[in-house]
């Protein structure tokens, strides 16, 4: 499966991403009940030893909604690197008022981020795609090690649609280090996530309205132009797979 660009991203040059993207299709309503019932599956299986780790980017939105509205006991973490934008993080506190769940924050270990920048300096990631990787694994690889420990499945935001690297993701795989890997909305198509937050109302971050499809870290995050594919803001100046090392197959 090729990497999907954006449908419709020429229709205005200021975003409103509902009013840009969110197209109901026929097949959403059975996507619906089949992402709900992988989710009680998910939570019969693995009770307390289930986690979704959310990037609070609208995909996670919406499971994170779908696991809300329909009373599942799944947790809900996410990681704060220290270098997400304000906008991003204004989305825990949108959380527990909306649902009424605590999103539980997990964060890089001070002395390794100093220690890391004092050697490698703040623009680090710029300067190669080594150094790069290695600030996504002291802001992020660790701080989700500690997320995961301990459990025995996370869920994910994960779709196919993504990028050509995410093109097999499975709705339930090993993720290698003996836990299971859920992504319940899979087969999503990008219209059909922006359908839901449109139908049930659900907050998302404003920087997806500034053609901002795919959110990291601040530094590490541009808007996209028309016709690029999901991933083509992220560490734009590399030639990558664009991927930060949480959703390495093994």
């Known amino acids: ?6 449908p419709w991203a020429a229709a205005a040059p200021q975003g409103n991403a509902i009013a840009l993207y969110a197209r109901w299709s026929p097949e959403l309503d059975a996507k619906i009940e089949a992402a709900v019932q992988r989710l009680r599956d998910a939570a019969v299986a693995h009770g307390a030893g289930l986690v ?10 919406v499971i994170t909604d779908l696991i809300a509205r329909h009373q599942l006991p799944i947790d809900i973490a996410t990681l704060d690197t220290g270098k997400l934008h304000a906008e ?7 959380i527990a008022e909306r649902y009424g769940r605590e999103v539980a924050v ?10 890391f ?9 710029f300067k190669s795609i080594e150094l790069r990787k290695a600030c996504c694994g002291v ?5 989700l090690a500690r997320m995961l420990k301990g459990r025995s499945a996370w ?3 994960l779709r196919r649609e993504q990028s050509g690297a995410r093109a097999e993701v499975a709705f339930d795989e090993d993720d290698g280090q003996d836990r299971r890997k859920l992504s319940p909305i899979a087969d999503w198509t990008w219209a059909e996530v922006w359908a839901y937050v449109e139908r049930f109302k659900v907050p998302t971050n404003p920087l997806h309205d500034q053609f901002m ?3 990291g870290c601040a530094p590490c995050t541009r808007a996209i132009a028309v016709g690029e594919d999901f991933r083509a803001g992220r560490w734009w100046w590399e030639d990558s797979s664009k991927e930060c090392g949480l959703h390495v197959k093994p």
Do not use: Y
């Not at 499966?1 to 954006?6: D, E, P």
């Open 106 to 115: 997990f964060q890089p270990l001070n002395e390794q981020v100093i220690q």
């Open 139 to 143: 802001r992020k690889l660790e701080p």
């Open 155 to 157: 869920i994910t935001g």
């Open 117 to 125: 920048v004092r050697r490698e300096g703040e623009e680090a990631m």
């Open 1 to 6: 499966m090729s990497t999907s660009a954006l």
């Open 213 to 215: 499809p795919s959110i």
């Open 88 to 94: 991003t993080l204004g989305l825990i506190p949108r």
């Open 52 to 61: 979704q780790s959310s990037s609070l980017g609208v995909e996670d939105m």
